[in-house]
């Protein structure tokens, strides 16, 4: 998951050299919109297939069915990796560069209940470092969730600072994917498997089917190569389209008639 820019800010930008790479030799959705301003509305689209909340702010719990519970029930594992999460099933508020409103699994209610099982499922958010480790052992979950920093995903200044150009934000965020995503594309482990690079909504003066076009890449051995796609599709089509990969029946919310992007796949 990255952050708050649009698709012309990103395409072709040379501040982004590694992301563009991936867009160029795999799948680019050339025509894909987030679906709301701010940020939280489309961290749950693509997770619970509704916008449920507009607030970043937001302290409640979503009891709305959503990708937690649809892999569970087909009993296919997760794991969120954050960067900056202070702990292994942290539940709390922000904190530093840890943005819980990024996190929405923490917000599901399969997940901060008061139960063993919410507390078991609590335990799949994890720290970032946990990546490497999962992956060296051939024991990553069926679906996994990465989430930068505030400063790595293109939210926040670099280095913490007061002001920088969004090309600086962009250049971290771009550092940041050859450093630590490029080594999971290039592992064998990586195998089967399909990894999304996306963000969440485009700059807040682009509503266009309500939160703006935004660049979205898909990158693995079954996506077809170089494919650019100008249909239009949204949060909850790629919701619909992991779950159809991962061959899970339950499509949460507006996934369940959105269409699926089946089209990148060879």
Request: hydrophobic share 40%; aromatic share 10%.
């Amino acid at each position: 998951m990255l952050e708050n820019h649009s698709f012309g800010q990103v395409t072709g930008n040379p501040a982004m050299p590694y992301l563009n790479s991936l867009a160029t030799a795999h799948g680019l959705a050339a025509n894909y919109f987030a679906d709301a301003h701010p940020s939280i509305p489309n961290y749950f689209m693509l997770t619970t297939g509704n916008t449920e909340t507009i607030d970043d702010n937001f302290t409640g719990t979503i009891t709305d069915d959503n990708i937690v519970r649809a892999l569970t029930g087909s009993s296919k594992t997760w794991k969120a990796y954050i960067e900056s999460i202070p702990s292994t099933g942290y539940l709390g508020g922000n904190t530093g560069t840890y943005l819980k409103h990024h996190n929405p699994f923490a917000y599901f209610s399969d997940v901060n209940a008061s139960t063993p099982a919410a507390a078991a499922q609590a335990a799949n958010m994890v720290p970032f470092s946990q990546l490497s480790a999962d992956l060296a052992a051939g024991s990553l979950p069926n679906f996994v969730y990465i989430l930068p920093n505030s400063q790595d995903d293109a939210h926040d200044c670099p280095g913490g600072a007061a002001s920088c150009t969004d090309d600086a934000k962009l250049g971290a965020a771009d550092a940041w994917l050859k450093a630590n995503i490029d080594p999971v594309i290039n592992s064998p482990k990586f195998g089967n498997s399909v990894l999304v690079i996306i963000f969440d909504e485009s700059v807040t003066t682009d509503i266009t089917n309500g939160g703006g076009q935004v660049m979205t890449v898909l990158v693995g051995p079954h996506v077809k190569t170089s494919f650019r796609s100008n249909n239009m599709y949204q949060h909850q089509n790629m919701l619909r389209t992991i779950l159809e990969l991962l061959n899970v029946s339950d499509r949460p919310g507006l996934s369940g008639a959105a269409n699926s992007m089946g089209e990148f796949f060879q």
